[in-house]
């Protein structure tokens, strides 16, 4: 059973910085593009960021560009987001996701993912 539990997710101030964790089970790592996607309340769907293999492309939405920093660590299988500098317009639920395509259409390609985490940037 393919299982994405992500953690991590909480309460901060603007400018402050949180660190995701997305553990991935009950599929070969390296077979999936993993990211993360998130969904503010009355938004659609946004791709945040995705990274093929630990060491391969990775893709960052321009709204998270040089704030955010995606990481894998295959022999954990987890993922990672790093998220710096954050804003109010951050705010929402964060869902790791396993993808087979890892860029701008990421999300038309998705085929697991989690339950999220709320992230909340109080201004």
């Known amino acids: 059973e393919v299982q994405l539990v992500e953690s991590g997710g909480g309460l901060v101030q603007a400018g402050g910085s949180l660190r995701l964790s997305c553990a991935a089970s009950g599929f070969t790592f390296d077979d999936y593009v993993i990211g993360w996607f998130r969904q503010a309340p009355g938004k659609e769907r946004e791709g945040v960021s995705c990274i093929s293999r630990s060491d391969g492309p990775r893709y960052y939405a321009e709204s998270v560009k040089g704030r955010f920093t995606i990481s894998s660590d295959n022999a954990k299988n987890t993922v990672y987001l790093q998220m710096n500098s954050l804003k109010a317009e951050d705010t929402a639920v964060y869902y790791c996701?396993?993808?087979?395509?890892?860029?701008?259409?990421?999300?038309?390609?998705?085929?697991?993912w989690g339950q999220g985490t709320l992230v909340t940037v109080s201004s």
């Open positions: 996701a396993a993808s087979t395509y890892c860029g701008s259409y990421y999300l038309e390609y998705l085929e697991h």
